[in-house]
């Protein structure tokens, strides 16, 4: 069974690419991160990951953030920033070891802090 995960993207307006995840990510779902996450870092500027709005990140989904952030390294980019960590995946992160990985910001109070409009899904279940 497929859990449910959607994906968008947005830009901010000092030209960050964010990628909006809500849902589950999981081992059935990690594709689909993985890919939108590799399309992304190779184009992006600098990239933000939003998951205030998942659910559970298991270990699959960190192999796939530990993946990309190693990859926009190689590129000579930014780390990826993780925006609106909740306290569980915070949690997740320091037990791993992980958290010295991704910087953190926390998620806008107000939709106004996005940029001018929101790309459409990425992908949907």
Excluded: N
């Amino acid at each position: 069974m497929e859990t449910a995960l959607e994906i968008t993207r947005d830009r901010e307006r000092d030209g960050r690419t964010v990628l909006v995840v809500r849902g589950e990510v999981d081992i059935h779902t990690v594709p689909r991160l993985r890919d939108a996450l590799s399309e992304q870092v190779v184009r992006a500027t600098a990239l933000v990951l939003d998951v205030s709005g998942a659910v559970l990140i298991d270990a699959a989904g960190l192999r796939a953030l530990t993946a990309a952030q190693r990859r926009a390294a190689e590129l000579g980019k930014p780390p990826i920033t993780l925006r609106g960590v909740r306290p569980l995946f915070a949690k997740t992160l320091h037990l791993t070891g992980l958290d010295h990985l991704f910087p953190r910001e926390p998620a806008p109070a107000f939709a106004a802090h996005r940029g001018p409009a929101a790309a459409p899904a990425l992908a949907a279940a």
